[in-house]
T-cell receptor, first 111, second 112 residues
């Protein structure tokens, strides 16, 4: 079946550096994508989303890039801080209520 | 504060018990969801309600029974659960389809 996956299960980054988290999706019909952050003991927190008619969207310290040609999604975090340590999930939607989630990338920020 | 409140935060129950998980959203959304999150696995969608009607039921065992009395409240009634049902149960809400879903902090369920 269709699936959403992340390239790497873990990412270690130095505080102050930029982080890039990657996600590959396989459903070419998906037209809406979301990034979530989940900290220990909490539920997933919405970070940023992007629709298929865009290839880039920026938020506060975060940028999402969408490459529909290779079905690839990435989340860039600028100037990574200790509070950015968490598990990051990408999710895809193809117009109904279902979100399909990847397995997550655990980001650890080194001081 | 996420706008989605789940109670209890932790629940330990035996396999023969009956319990209920509660979710309340304060965001004015019209769709609510139950997800199961197990270690090392992606989030699994269990149920979706839109305007208090169930629109999705992802082959969930009948020992899980959802209830949506109004657009702000969602329950998950549990009965005769199995050890493999131990997981984090997350509730979410959204304003319609293909809109961001906002999650609560979950109920950590342990089945003895």
């Amino acid at each position: 079946g269709e699936s959403v996956g992340l390239h790497l299960p873990t990412l270690s980054v130095q505080e102050g550096d930029n982080s890039i988290i990657n996600c590959a999706y396989s459903n070419s019909a998906s037209d809406y994508f979301i990034w979530y952050k989940q900290e220990s003991g909490k539920g997933p927190q919405f970070i940023i989303d992007i629709r298929s008619n865009m290839d880039k969207r920026q938020g506060q310290r975060v940028t999402v890039l969408l490459n529909k040609t290779v079905k690839h999604l990435s989340l860039q975090i600028a100037a990574t801080q200790p509070g950015d340590s968490a598990v990051y999930f990408c999710a895809e939607n193809n117009g109904d209520y279902k979100l399909s989630f990847g397995a997550g990338t655990t980001v650890t920020v080194r001081a | 504060e996420t706008g989605v409140t789940q109670t209890p935060r932790h629940l330990v129950m035996g396999m023969t018990n009956k319990k209920s998980l509660k979710c309340e959203q304060h965001l004015g959304h019209n769709a609510m969801y139950w997800y199961k999150q197990s270690a090392k696995k992606p989030l699994e969608l269990m149920f979706v309600y839109s305007l208090e009607e169930r629109v999705e039921n992802n082959s969930v065992p009948s020992r899980f029974s959802p209830e949506c009395p109004n657009s702000s409240h969602l329950f998950l009634h549990l009965h005769t659960l199995q050890p493999e049902d131990s997981a984090l149960y997350l509730c979410a809400s959204s304003q319609g389809q293909d809109q961001p879903q906002h999650f609560g902090d979950g109920t950590r369920l342990s089945i003895l």
